[in-house]
């Protein structure tokens, strides 16, 4: 007899089942709800590994993620990452800038030329 690692309840079964129907999603989301979905069905751990082309660890993860978190693991929680430093008005002179003609003698814009340009503008 085979452990069973989790056991979704219907709602929770009905939810992947539609999210996975979608056709277009994240491939981490895809994952994560594929591996929810076999090992409810009594896959082993190394089976739904094998399957998804993942570490047994990873598949553990994602078990041990369901059970504290539920399906809100499927999706990836924001980050803060780097702040923006350019703000829109600036973006957008610089855009303009970038699809205006380039410098004479030069074909096109790149990085540096942009650059030395909105400094020299200010």
């Not at 069905?41 to 094998?50: P, Q, S, Y």
């Not at 078990?63 to 990452?81: E, I, P, V, W």
Request: proline share 3%.
């Amino acid at each position: 007899m085979q452990k069973q690692h989790i056991q979704l309840t219907e709602t929770d079964r009905q939810y992947v089942e539609e999210l996975l129907g979608k056709g277009s999603l994240p491939v981490k989301t895809f994952r994560r709800a594929t591996a929810l979905l076999e090992l409810d069905r009594g896959k082993t751990l190394e089976a739904v590994a094998a399957t998804l082309g993942v570490a047994n660890d990873t598949v553990a993860g994602w078990r041990n993620q369901y059970r504290s978190d539920r399906l809100s693991f499927l999706t990836d929680k924001a980050r803060s990452g780097r702040p923006v430093v350019i703000e829109g008005e600036q973006r957008a002179k610089i855009t303009a800038l970038a699809c205006s003609q380039p410098p004479q003698g030069h074909s096109r814009w790149t990085l540096r030329l942009l650059a030395g340009k909105a400094v020299e503008l200010a």
